[in-house]
């Protein structure tokens, strides 16, 4: 009987719940992992990439752009870049979504959107889908990391009920409820944008099934202030840049294919 | 007396060799009395590109915010910066997209174009108020002194200037229509765009 309530995602179950929503909860933590640090002077994001293969053409992300793949990875506007868990289609049309309304932002005040009206933007919109009814809700959870002059660094996260909430680390999609407890007990209040990405690569290197980490698994970002302009930085790694960073971090684990070449 | 008048002002681009120029005047007035000398309405678009908007001043401030909003959009979904022929089509389609009410501007774009070699060629290209194109070889004019304009520049400009020379044509193209039209002058704003950089001076001129 309690199917009856799973078919319309408007409708609440006897026990006052949106199967639907929960739902698209349980597929985003399915998904690639997303995971986030707040530093003093800066955000990191990191994100597991779960689409790969061989015939996977990625030469468009080796030059151009603003670097990383474009998988799991945006930037959302000068100041924000998001990492996105779920489906990837839905992920596609909220970031498209959360640039125009950046864009509409710098429109209308001639500044950059405050990361946290960023996240209610995205929010309304979400919510909608879980109290009028026929279409389903966004299967997507995000990250934002950002920065606006008046409460500096910010973390937000997102999911598909369009609740929000700022965090000091979190993460998303699979296994997150590992990489959490993992943070909270290695997170400190001040720690530096150089050992939050030391922290952000370790906890990922943990939580991840494979056991290489290479740029062909891992999308990686970086937003901190420029200190001559005190503009925020956003930086998007491309794929060279991410194994350099493993190689300089110690976290490059042996390949299997090396060493069988190598005997 | 035309609304495009109101405030006054005008836009000059030129071609050089590999190099290209776009100038203004500063001046902002109200029909005949001038309110301000130092009214800018050449933006930068790109590192390559330049885009000067003579008309209704309100109408200045306006159209540089749309069109950043679109720039903007197209950088960061096409992950490069836009081409000069495309930003005139943009240009050209957020002004037609009112037809019916437009906005009373007739934009001048000058920029460096890639080519398919990896070189730059110039570009200049200007419009009409609702967005008809004109790409052209030499130069192209707007606002209120373009009738003077049209006279000086066939008179001075010649094919293939160097930047310098370019400048000085450009610049007295520009003071010397500007010193027959009432509604343009009290100074002037000079850009030249070359492949790896810009040139930037700002002119005096007949302060009456």
Known sequence: MARRYDSRTTIFSPEGRLYQI??????????GTVLGVLAKDGVVLAAEKKVTGKLLDLSSAKDGGYGGSGEKIYLLNSNVIGGVAGLTADANSLVNYARTAAQRHLLQYNEDIPVELLAQRLCDMKQGYTQFGGLRPFGVSLLYAGYD????????????????????????????????????????D???????????????????????????????????LDPETKRPNAKIYRPAEIDALLLSEGLTKQDDDTEMKAT | MSIMDHNGGSVIAMVGKDCVAIASDLRLGDRALSISSNFQRIFPITDRIYVGLPGLGTDVATLRERFRFRVNMYT?????????????????????EHRFGPYFIEP???????????????????????????????????GTASSKLYGVAEGLWEPDLEPEDLFETISQTLLNAADRDAFSGWGAIVHIITKDKIITRTLKGRMD
């Not at chain 1, 990405?197 to 698994?217: H, P, Y």
């Not at chain 2, 174009?113 to 967005?131: M, R």
């Open chain 1, 22 to 31: 929960e739902y698209a909860m349980e597929a985003i933590s399915h998904a």
């Open chain 1, 149 to 188: 002059p008046h409460y500096q660094f910010q973390l937000y996260h997102s999911d598909p009920s369009g609740n929000y909430s700022g965090w000091k680390a979190t993460c998303i999609g699979a296994n997150n409820g590992t990489a959490q407890s993992l943070l909270k007990q290695e997170y400190k």
């Open chain 1, 190 to 224: 001040d720690i530096l944008v150089k050992d939050a990405i030391g922290l952000v690569l370790r906890t990922m290197s943990k939580t991840m099934d494979s056991t290489t980490l290479n740029s062909e698994k891992l999308e990686f970002a970086v937003l901190t």
């Open chain 2, 76 to 96: 960061i979904k096409e992950e490069r910066e836009i081409e000069p022929e495309t930003f005139a089509h943009l240009v050209s389609s957020t002004l037609y």
């Open chain 2, 108 to 142: 001048v774009m000058a920029g460096m174009s890639k080519t398919p070699s990896g070189g730059y060629k110039p570009f200049i290209a200007a419009t009409d108020l609702i967005g008809c194109l004109n790409f052209a070889k030499d130069f192209v004019v707007a």
